[in-house]
């Protein structure tokens, strides 16, 4: 299941992310985790070295790898070049299944205590003034568009802060749940009304984890403004002190009252269900934007030729359970 870890910049929400996927990879959960923020932190929260991160392909900056495979032999994508971020999947295309080895994973991914890491990347010095984080997070639509996993295997993304994951282009609705991260202030906690605003009419789950709570008042004052969407609250860490310091650690030493808390947040991905039909029912809705507001003049083509009225992920997945 996919879960996004959002919220204010500063928040907290990348490390967050990454103390939940070591908590996955500690009970031999499958996980993949994409850093999906412009600020291009939670690679080394997870350990991988600042070597390891600079040598990384990077889906939003190394993108013909992705829309080569994405295409495929699907008649509906004439060119790798038409592939835009809400470019849905069809018969033909290039699918990306969790635990099958493919041109993406070979391209992107690394992998680390068992823990698989890929990024979309961030701007160049030749990007600064020509283009604005969305070709980034455009890349990270496309691949979640294509992607086919299910019950027990765990995609965490860490979003890009605020509520743009919601406002820019439906990515919020590739995820089975959100995780909003909020500090105890009106500001952080105003992240919360927006995300909800943007994600309601489309059923986005959203869950909140209070951060930086010092005392009882903290915890009231964020849960008298996101009410039962509050899980619970995270508070003073030690272990996180350290992390933050470059020390590691096992997961396991982290404190008792926080690891509740991810525990928490497992419990509540187990729990969810993914509907592929209410999926691609969102999906097509925001690709028609799309091709009508500025995709079809920048393609010079009709992009609505992409949706396959014929495709269904869960008529996939079937199948592969049969032939198992």
Request: charged share 25%; with cysteine.
């Amino acid at each position: 299941m996919r879960i996004a870890f959002c919220g204010k910049g500063g928040s907290g929400k990348s490390t967050v992310s990454s103390l939940y996927a070591r908590y996955l990879a500690s009970k031999e959960a499958p996980v993949l985790v994409i850093d999906g923020d412009i600020n291009q932190h939670l690679g080394e929260a997870i350990g991988f070295s600042e070597e390891e991160m600079q040598n990384l392909p990077k889906l939003g900056t190394d993108q013909a790898a992705l829309n080569k495979y994405v295409r495929g032999q699907n008649p509906g994508i004439l060119e790798e070049t038409h592939v835009v971020e809400t470019t849905p999947a069809g018969n033909g295309s290039g699918l990306i299944w969790f635990n099958d080895n493919n041109a993406v994973f070979d391209t992107y991914q690394i992998e680390r205590d068992g823990i698989r890491f890929m990024s979309v990347g961030g701007h160049s010095n030749e990007d600064v003034g020509a283009t604005c984080f969305h070709k980034f997070t455009g890349a990270f639509g496309v691949f979640l568009n294509h992607l086919i996993d299910g019950p027990g295997e765990y995609v965490i993304g860490d979003m890009c802060a605020g509520a743009d994951p919601f406002a820019s282009c439906s990515l919020a609705t590739r995820f089975d749940a959100i995780f909003l991260v909020v500090e105890p202030t009106l500001k952080s906690t105003g992240v919360y009304d927006q995300c909800r605003k943007y994600g309601d009419p489309f059923g986005v789950k959203i869950f909140v984890i209070g951060n930086k709570v010092e005392d009882e008042s903290d915890e009231t004052f964020i849960r008298d403004r996101v009410g039962d969407s509050l899980i619970g609250c995270i508070g003073k860490s030690n272990f996180v002190r350290n992390i933050e310091k470059g020390f590691r650690q096992d997961i396991s030493e982290l404190e008792p009252e926080h690891l509740d808390i991810l525990k928490k947040i497992k419990d509540i991905t187990d729990r969810q269900t993914r509907d592929w039909a209410h999926y691609r029912e969102v999906g097509i809705h925001f690709h028609k934007q799309v091709a009508e507001n500025w995709g079809n003049d920048l393609i010079n083509t009709d992009l609505m030729q992409q949706i396959d009225p014929d495709f269904r992920q869960e008529d996939l997945m079937q199948e592969r359970r049969k032939a198992a």
